[in-house]
């Protein structure tokens, strides 16, 4: 949520600007979100409201008494406010709530959650076979004489990647929503991005779901370098930037590139085309079988790696000595991979990279230095242990300043807004979800680049974007919004609207409101536009 006088303080600017190319960027997209809010308050509103909202004050028991720095951390660890966290974190405090948090039990998801998951196939993924399909059906069809039938299998066999696409995020979403572990959803989300993959390529789309299961939720508090070997073993990952194809005389480039520029040490930090050219020499032979094991010479078979889909097959691997980072790798087969990541992520660039990344997630667009040094020292110390290195972020007093101050991308905003809306309740479809989220352009495994969503306020803040927000405001104001209408076709399991002007709202968020706020929803002419305003105002697009 937004600091009350910075924001009164930025349309005090607003009025005074000789134009809107002198107005900063912050001023402009509070600008966006203020005259929204003015845009739609064509009358003062009646006592329905506010009628509604003392009732439900009066008649609420009280949350934690939290202080807004309190409230804006909570937000900023979370994907936004429930009455869940919020009694949480009063009965915890701050230190012991983080580390609840860095330390998640196994999650207990809402039954009615817990058991759409369990429903979907991509819970019961088996990869290996799936991309045996895959490729036997493709055989298939590629031999069938071209006509309607050929079509019509081709449209089948991309149908069911698309479900199975979809299944992974019908399957991440709620986990998002209502996962008491807060802080390991949002670090999925994250890691997810930073290894980022694309579903529509190959066939990805079969891969997502085990890919965000196997490869990065076991991980993301653990150590970075097993984070990084976990990605690097999935297929999704090797099909989607081609390392199946690398194999000795036939180098591939494309991994090894976005591996060490992307996922460990970032642009400028001091390594050579040459260093891109040997660490993908090392990867050659690392690829996909969904298939028999290929027969290998007697010298071979001991050197031979296979884990589901994954594969290190020596007949394709380039064994002859290499030089990374300055240090010397000899011919060893599966044994030089993990060493090269050892050697890469052991590097002071990779612990500031990752640092960096880190604090312009959770921080600011622009990370104070002294933070991201002290981050990474914790990276350092403790060989890349990302809890660490979390812990050390999360309660700095840089972190402290910088509450209120970051603009949430779409994610966090969709999210946000149906945990403070429907409060645990559960939803039964999250299709609207899902296409709120491609409409705001950050769908999950949607990018079609490696470098991942951008985690900054520029990119996010247009007024499309603003005006979009708006409008999911008013859906999920409003009405269900096709979130309690059954996937199958059968009729809504619930209707109307929720009832914001609840305990959650006057205990952690009322008393935080601007003035500019306030009167827009003293403005409202019912709850449903009352509810409007209020998540699409600035204190719900900024944390």
């Not at 490869?215 to 999935?234: K, N, S, W, Y």
């Not at 921080?363 to 990302?386: C, K, S, W």
């Not at 899902?434 to 949607?446: A, C, I, K, R, T």
Request: glycine fraction near 8%; aromatic fraction near 10%.
């Amino acid at each position: 949520m937004s600091n009350p006088a910075r924001i009164h303080c930025d349309t005090a600017v607003l009025s005074r600007a000789p134009g809107r190319g002198y107005l900063p960027w912050r001023s402009r997209v509070l600008a966006a979100l203020m005259l929204l809010l003015a845009a739609a308050c064509t009358t003062p509103g009646g006592s329905g409201a506010n009628g509604a909202a003392s009732g439900s004050r009066a008649a609420s028991a009280a949350l934690p008494v939290l202080h807004r720095e309190d409230v804006l951390w909570l937000d900023r660890v979370s994907f936004g406010l429930d009455s869940a966290s919020v009694a949480d974190y009063g009965r915890l405090g701050r230190e012991r709530f983080l580390q609840r948090q860095l330390h998640p039990q196994q999650p207990q998801l809402p039954a009615p959650i817990a058991a759409q998951i369990d429903a979907l196939e991509v819970t019961h993924a088996d990869p290996q076979r799936w991309l045996a399909d895959v490729n036997a059906q493709r055989k298939i069809i590629n031999a069938m004489p071209d006509g309607a039938d050929k079509v019509q299998a081709r449209k089948a066999l991309n149908d069911r990647g698309n479900r199975l696409a979809y299944e992974a995020a019908r399957r991440d979403l709620p986990r998002a929503v209502y996962s008491p572990a807060q802080l390991q959803e949002q670090m999925v989300w994250f890691w997810l991005n930073h290894f980022s993959v694309f579903q529509y390529k190959a066939n990805l789309r079969w891969l997502v779901g085990d890919y965000e299961e196997r490869a990065i939720r076991p991980q993301v508090f653990g150590h970075f370098r097993d984070l990084v070997m976990a990605t690097l073993e999935h297929p999704a990952m090797l099909q989607y930037l081609d390392n199946n194809q690398n194999a000795a005389g036939h180098i591939n480039e494309n991994y090894a590139r976005e591996l060490m520029e992307l996922h460990t040490l970032g642009v400028g930090s001091g390594y050579s085309q040459q260093d891109v050219q040997n660490l993908a020499r090392v990867l050659t032979g690392v690829g996909i079988n969904a298939g028999d094991a290929p027969h290998l010479k007697p010298e071979w078979q001991r050197l031979y790696v296979r884990h589901g889909a994954f594969e290190f097959n020596p007949a394709r691997h380039d064994f002859g000595a290499k030089t990374l980072l300055g240090h010397p790798i000899q011919g060893q087969g599966f044994d030089e991979v993990q060493q090269a990541v050892a050697l890469i992520v052991a590097q002071p660039a990779c612990a500031s990279f990752v640092s960096r990344q880190l604090a312009t997630y959770f921080v600011a667009d622009n990370p104070p230095p002294a933070l991201v040094e002290r981050m990474a020292q914790t990276f350092m110390h403790t060989d890349g242990d990302i809890a660490a290195v979390l812990h050390t972020m999360l309660l700095s007093r840089e972190i402290n300043a910088a509450l209120g101050a970051k603009f949430k991308d779409p994610t966090r905003f969709v999210v946000s807004a149906l945990r403070f809306a429907y409060d645990g309740k559960p939803i039964y479809n999250t299709r609207p979800m899902l296409n709120w989220l491609n409409g705001l352009g950050e769908g999950p495994h949607s990018h079609q680049t490696p470098d991942g969503y951008p985690l900054t306020e520029l990119n996010w803040a247009s007024s499309g974007q603003m005006s979009r927000r708006f409008e999911i405001a008013r859906a999920i104001g409003s009405g269900n919004a096709g979130l309690f209408d059954p996937e199958d076709g059968e009729a809504a399991t619930a209707a109307g609207f929720p009832q914001l002007s609840n305990r959650l709202y006057f205990e952690a968020v009322e008393p935080f409101l601007a003035a500019h706020t306030k009167d827009a929803l003293n403005r409202a002419n019912s709850q449903q536009e009352w509810n409007t305003f209020l998540l699409a105002a600035p204190e719900f697009n900024f944390e």
